[in-house]
Each structure stands twice: as structure tokens, then as C-alpha cells.
């Protein structure tokens, strides 16, 4: 079935700079990858998301990457702040006829130190 | 963006007890939810998805006679834990999907923790 792998599961970067996390999925035919955030003891909050046809999407510090061949995408945070310490969860889904279910990566728990 | 409402967002019941957990799309009419299960620094286990007005679709592994779903309305879905355990202890959460065909965005509620003593 379905498999999402997320790397790192833990990931401490000094304030200011960068954030890597990356996903890779197994499922060729999954064309929506959103990426959320969740703080401790809340739901997760959607923060970005791509789909397929599109390899590149930013919003402000935060983008997203997206190599269909490889199939991996990735989430990028540049300028980091000690707000963005939370857990981060990339996901697939396979929309249009499918389900729309999501199947979650692992988590990576991102601390930024001031 | 969507607001998904949980309710409640922490419940303790005794051994035996059954428990009912609400899922609102406060903004939206939303076709399909989704509840899930989360273990302490853990993902997310999709326990099974709610389609409006049909049965539920439990994945692999899940009782459904053990967590009731109804999906009585466009904005309401509620997870019933019966004769609950305390290994039925978790954090579980909903979500709710926004649009129509080939809308796959999901938005989610807040969390409840259920405590079974």
C-alpha cells in the first residue's frame, strides 16, 4: 500500500536559519501533498500545500518542492523564528476518483533555539 | 481558512462508559471527514472515513463496532467510543474535506484526549 517516509524525525536549527524536511511517497498515482503543522496538544494546522503539476509553491518563508520522478517533495523554512517550533507531518493523497485520504509521514519534531 | 470545531476537547470517563465526540464544519459543507487516531509523538492513523448520509469506510484493523460513526449532516460527524477501555486512551481528531470533486484539502479540528480510567 501506500507509504509516505519523512526525514528527519528530529531537526534543531539556530534562529535565522534555514529548515529542510523531506518526504518521499510510494504511491505514483498521489497528486496532492499537503504539509501541516501541530503544536503541542492541538490539530494539525495546514501551513502549505502542491500538487502534481506544479514542481514549485511559496508562501512568504515557507515552500514546497516537488520532484514527481523521484517522487519526493519537501518543505522549506528559511528566516526561522521560535514560533516555528512545533511537529511537522507531510502527507499524499490521491484526489479525483480516489478516496482523498491522506497518508501521513512520521512527523519531524522541528525546535529552533533563540 | 475552514474551521473544523471538536467537542469535547478533553474527556475522563470510567471503564465500561461510552463516549461521543462531535465534529462541526463551522464555514463549510463538508462531503467526506475523516477521524483519526494519535499516540504521543506519533503520526496521524486514519481510523476510517465518513461519507455524508452513507456508512462509514473503517481502514484495516479498526472495530467498528468498537468506534461508531455517523455522518448524519454536511457538517456534523461523531465518533462514538462504546464500552470504552483504557486502552482507548489517545488523542483523536477529525477532519473535514473541503469541496467537491477532486477537492482534496482537508482541515482539522482541534483534538480531543480521552482518558479512560
Known amino acids: 500500500g501506500e507509504n509516505v517516509e519523512q526525514h528527519p524525525s528530529t531537526l534543531s536549527v539556530q534562529e535565522g536559519d534555514s529548515a529542510v524536511i523531506k518526504c518521499t511517497y510510494s504511491?505514483?498515482?498521489?497528486?496532492?501533498f499537503p504539509w501541516y503543522k501541530q503544536e503541542l496538544g492541538k490539530g494539525p494546522q495546514l501551513i502549505i500545500d502542491?500538487?502534481?503539476?506544479?514542481g514549485e509553491k511559496k508562501d512568504q518563508r515557507i515552500a514546497v518542492t516537488l520532484n514527481k520522478t523521484a517522487k519526493h517533495f519537501s518543505l522549506h523554512i528559511t528566516e526561522t523564528q521560535p514560533e516555528d517550533s512545533a511537529v511537522y507531518f507531510c502527507?499524499?493523497?490521491?484526489?479525483?476518483?480516489?478516496?482523498?485520504?491522506?497518508?501521513f509521514g512520521t512527523g519531524t519534531r522541528l525546535k529552533v533555539l533563540a | 481558512g475552514a474551521v473544523v470545531s471538536q467537542h469535547p476537547s478533553w474527556v475522563i470517563c470510567k471503564s465500561g462508559t461510552s463516549v461521543k465526540i462531535e465534529c462541526r464544519s463551522l464555514?463549510?459543507?463538508?462531503?467526506?471527514m475523516f477521524w483519526y487516531r494519535q499516540f504521543p509523538k506519533q503520526s496521524l492513523m486514519l481510523m476510517a472515513t465518513?461519507?455524508?448520509?452513507?456508512?462509514?469506510?473503517?481502514e484495516q484493523g479498526v472495530e467498528k463496532d468498537k468506534f461508531l460513526i455517523n455522518h448524519a449532516s454536511l457538517t456534523l460527524s461523531t465518533l462514538t467510543v462504546t464500552s470504552a477501555h483504557p486502552e482507548d486512551s489517545s488523542f483523536y481528531i477529525c477532519?473535514?474535506?473541503?469541496?467537491?470533486?477532486?477537492?482534496?484539502?482537508?482541515?482539522f479540528g482541534a483534538g480531543t484526549r480521552l482518558s479512560v480510567l
Open positions: 477532519s473535514a474535506r473541503v469541496g467537491g470533486q477532486g477537492q482534496n484539502i482537508q482541515y
Open positions: 465518513s461519507n455524508e448520509g452513507s456508512k462509514a469506510t473503517y
Open positions: 504511491d505514483s498515482a498521489s497528486n496532492y
Open positions: 502527507a499524499a493523497s490521491i484526489g479525483d476518483s480516489g478516496t482523498y485520504k491522506y497518508i
Open positions: 502542491i500538487r502534481s503539476n506544479v
Open positions: 464555514d463549510f459543507q463538508a462531503t467526506t
